[in-house]
């Protein structure tokens, strides 16, 4: 847990078990003393021998209390020594107006957005307005609900502030963990200098972190809110699913034209798959056995066999970003960005029973960020360049809403 008080009544308690003997053993000599009481060396050393005891008993009782306390530090990856990097998160929240409303109090779905400009949008699915806006230093870049749907996740990019010789940005990256009902902020994980996505396993025990610029993922373990293994990818890893059992994680190396396949039980790499040119995100069907990967580079969407990994290609829009799949696996979404100075804005709908795009619906300038509602109704889509969201009815392929949000949105996700 993040808190400031937790860490300073843990330093008492530590401090508390280095003086506590000596304090014992100068009060005693000071209750003789002060009494007059003299004892002879046979009395006294059995007395002083079972004090010692006790204090010592004590004093490493209040020592364990304090090492078992949460911890506020970052942790290196490589077995390091901790660092203390309170001071580069901090998180306030603003409440809109319509949070006062019925459905805003009482469970309702939500959906997140994760803004550049260093905040978090909290929309009601119900009203499609902001309830809240979580603002945090650094830039929110991905956003993802735990599948109790208590937990949000996002993965928070330094503040840049300068490059190092070899180009990186100096700072830390974390994965931020909210109360998603409260919005409060419950604690944060280190996992590296520019995490981009990140996911939860659908049983429930860890979040993984990919990290574009050291070329590897992290694994969270919930139960303890610390990295417990950081697994090599190819080259810029980006975005990723993992698959419904928890077995699999599949993650676009955007930069290597693959696809790394890891083992989440061995927590390592056991294969990668080549699927074509600039894979940005992937996504998984409920059954397993079919993987999307959005190419940006081809302007196409890579849709594998994972029986035998082979691959088909099918055109979609200009620079696709991000691919979601509806919950039933009938279709799927694929958000056409294209780049900011030549932006696209249409959204592709696939059948994918017959691998077809049966619609192309016009949202906004920078289309990225994809998430269906639990009930596959509505379709929501960031608009990067356009500062918005907009809300689509998955039945008529028309959008019905367009919500201002944070500046640059990308990532998105449900709450149901």
């Known amino acids: 847990m993040i808190s400031g008080g937790i860490q300073h009544f843990e330093d008492v308690l530590d401090y508390a078990g280095y003086l506590i003997p000596g304090g014992i053993m100068l009060s005693l000599f000071g209750f003789l003393f002060k009494n007059n009481i003299k004892l002879g060396i046979k009395a006294a050393a059995p007395l002083f021998t079972i004090v010692l005891i006790l204090s010592i008993s004590l004093s490493f009782s209040l020592r364990n209390l304090a090492a078992s306390m949460p911890k506020t530090e970052g942790h290196s990856h490589g077995g390091g020594s901790e660092h203390s990097d309170e001071e580069e998160v901090s998180s306030s929240i603003v409440v809109e107006n319509d949070s006062t409303s019925e ?57 840049s502030d300068g490059h190092d010789d070899s180009g990186s940005v100096h700072g830390h990256g974390y994965v931020l963990f909210y109360n998603a009902e409260t919005n409060e902020l419950i604690t944060k994980v280190n996992v590296g200098n520019h995490p981009a996505h990140v996911v939860f396993t659908n049983d429930g025990k860890y979040v993984l972190a990919t990290d574009s610029e050291k070329n590897n993922v992290s694994v969270i373990d919930l139960s303890t809110s610390k990295v417990i293994k950081t697994i090599d990818t190819g080259k810029g890893p980006h975005g990723f699913r993992i698959s419904s059992d928890s077995k699999y994680a599949y993650i676009a190396n955007s930069e290597a034209d693959t696809i790394s396949v890891i083992d989440i039980t061995e927590l390592k790499e056991v294969k990668t798959i080549q699927v074509g040119n600039n ?100 379709v929501y889509i960031t608009n990067m360049y356009d500062n918005t969201v907009s809300v689509i009815d998955n039945l008529k392929n028309k959008v019905i809403a367009i919500i201002p949000v944070g500046e640059t949105p990308n990532g998105i996700t449900y709450k149901n």
């Open 279 to 378: 894979p940005i995100t992937t996504a998984i069907t409920e059954d397993n056995t079919m993987l999307l990967a959005t190419l940006n580079s081809e302007n196409s969407l890579a849709i594998v066999n994972l029986a035998t990994d082979e691959v088909q290609k099918i055109a979609v829009g200009e620079g696709p970003a991000q691919v979601y799949i509806q919950k039933d696996s009938k279709f799927a979404f694929v958000a056409n960005q294209g780049t900011e100075s030549n932006p696209s804005n249409t959204l592709s709908k696939i059948d994918l029973s017959t691998k077809e795009v049966v619609s192309t619906i016009k949202v906004g300038n920078g289309a990225h960020g994809i998430v269906v509602s639990d009930d596959n109704k509505y």
């Open 103 to 159: 459905d805003a109090s009482n469970n309702s779905s939500y959906y997140f957005t994760a803004n550049e400009d260093g905040s978090i949008s909290k929309l009601n699915a119900v009203t499609n307005k902001v309830l809240a806006t979580i603002s945090v230093t650094g830039k929110v870049h991905n956003v993802q609900i735990s599948p109790d749907n208590k937990i949000l996740a996002a993965t928070l990019v330094p503040k």
